[in-house]
């Protein structure tokens, strides 16, 4: 079943375009290493983290300032300049990474829970209802880490990690279900694609399989054969068909020789390609800063996190 929110955003790459929303706090994710700037607003990441490598290690170097200094980032990184901006590309999606902390208040956590479904729920019903634009909620991470019980990253897509993924997620179903069963749930596959998870799952299921695709890293990508990969991910990405396929993270950083003068043709083969097979795209990122980083390193996405 495609709810009407993933009805739309699957002709989004030909009547209009979907972008991931940076959040408002940088967060550098576990894993191997990449180029800095890909996953962090080094600018503001550099003047308040105090040296630390990620969200959790900036509070607790920040103290009791913490709240205070993400609570200002919350209020200017995105704002209803950036959603008008957007609506003039034609984007009709917004995809909004949070982490759990936005959600919860964790006994023992370092991550800040402060009016962070304030500020997205402003530039949510700012885009919903100036532009008609629908809302993609990602909640980007949970208590115990991306894997959720198990926080040993080397666990990430195992079995192990896909069954505690898989049992969660009939949970959030059912709670859904009961607030409005028209609203889809989306799971990111853990890089296993949509066939890994169909014994799950009853075929009716609102469930909607989020599939990321980038090509900074580990597939020897260059600007002038990433459009080739992203066909053939594209036509991957529909597994067996028998859930919808929303590409809800990509980009165009190919991992050799980014240039300039092949970006238009790359963004566009993307849009086509992942709109045409699946049920369209959210491209990775909305809004970067500094400028300087996206020159050094040719379209890398602010991977950030609140």
Same mark, same amino acid.
């Given at each position: 079943?495609?709810?009407p929110?993933?009805t739309?955003?699957?002709v989004s790459?030909? +009547? =209009?375009?979907?972008?991931?929303?940076?959040?408002?706090?940088?967060?550098?994710?576990?894993?191997?290493? =990449?180029?800095?700037?890909?996953?962090?607003?080094?600018? $503001?990441?550099?003047a308040?983290?105090?040296?630390a490598?990620?969200? $959790?290690?900036l509070?607790a170097?920040? @103290?009791?300032?913490?709240?205070?200094?993400?609570?200002?980032?919350y209020?200017?990184w995105?704002?209803?300049?950036?959603?008008?901006?957007? !609506?003039?590309?034609n984007?009709?999606?917004?995809?909004?990474?949070?982490t759990?902390?936005? $959600? /919860?208040?964790?006994?023992?956590t370092? +991550?800040?829970?402060?009016?962070?479904?304030?500020?997205?729920?402003? /530039?949510?019903?700012?885009? /919903?209802?100036?532009?008609?634009?629908h809302?993609?909620?990602?909640?980007?991470?949970?208590? =115990?880490? %991306?894997?959720?019980?198990?926080?040993?990253?080397?666990?990430?897509?195992?079995?192990?990690a896909?069954?505690?993924?898989?049992?969660?997620?009939?949970?959030?179903l059912?709670?859904?279900?009961?607030?409005?069963?028209?609203?889809? %749930?989306?799971?990111?596959?853990?890089?296993?694609?949509?066939?890994?998870?169909?014994?799950?799952?009853?075929?009716?299921?609102?469930?909607?399989?989020?599939?990321?695709s980038?090509?900074?890293?580990?597939?020897?990508?260059?600007?002038?054969?990433?459009?080739?990969? /992203?066909?053939?991910?594209?036509?991957a990405a %529909? @597994?067996?068909?028998?859930?919808? %396929?929303?590409v809800?993270?990509w980009?165009?950083? !190919?991992q050799?020789?980014?240039?300039?003068?092949l970006?238009?043709?790359?963004?566009?083969?993307?849009?086509? !390609?992942?709109g045409?097979?699946?049920?369209?795209s959210?491209?990775?990122?909305?809004?970067?800063?500094p400028?300087?980083?996206?020159?050094?390193?040719n379209?890398?996405?602010?991977h950030?996190h609140p």
């Amino acid at each position: 079943m495609l709810a009407p929110l993933l009805t739309l955003a699957a002709v989004s790459t030909l +009547l =209009g375009q979907s972008c991931a929303l940076p959040p408002p706090s940088p967060h550098s994710p576990p894993g191997p290493p =990449g180029p800095p700037e890909y996953f962090i607003d080094t600018t $503001w990441w550099d003047a308040n983290s105090g040296g630390a490598s990620d969200e $959790w290690g900036l509070c607790a170097n920040l @103290g009791s300032r913490c709240g205070p200094v993400l609570e200002n980032r919350y209020a200017i990184w995105i704002t209803y300049a950036d959603i008008d901006k957007s !609506a003039t590309a034609n984007i009709n999606v917004l995809r909004i990474p949070t982490t759990y902390a936005a $959600w /919860i208040k964790l006994p023992g956590t370092q +991550l800040y829970s402060g009016n962070q479904q304030k500020y997205l729920k402003d /530039i949510a019903l700012y885009a /919903i209802k100036e532009y008609n634009m629908h809302i993609i909620v990602d909640i980007h991470s949970l208590p =115990g880490g %991306v894997n959720v019980d198990n926080t040993a990253f080397s666990a990430f897509g195992s079995p192990y990690a896909l069954s505690d993924l898989t049992n969660f997620t009939k949970g959030v179903l059912k709670r859904v279900g009961k607030v409005n069963a028209k609203i889809p %749930v989306m799971l990111q596959d853990g890089f296993k694609g949509e066939s890994y998870f169909p014994p799950s799952f009853d075929e009716t299921t609102n469930l909607v399989f989020d599939i990321h695709s980038y090509y900074f890293a580990g597939r020897n990508a260059c600007a002038a054969n990433v459009s080739s990969y /992203i066909c053939t991910d594209a036509k991957a990405a %529909v @597994g067996d068909g028998k859930f919808p %396929v929303f590409v809800g993270e990509w980009a165009i950083e !190919a991992q050799y020789n980014n240039t300039f003068a092949l970006r238009q043709g790359n963004l566009a083969a993307g849009l086509y !390609a992942f709109g045409k097979k699946t049920s369209g795209s959210a491209y990775w990122t909305a809004k970067r800063s500094p400028f300087v980083a996206w020159v050094n390193h040719n379209n890398s996405s602010a991977h950030t996190h609140p």
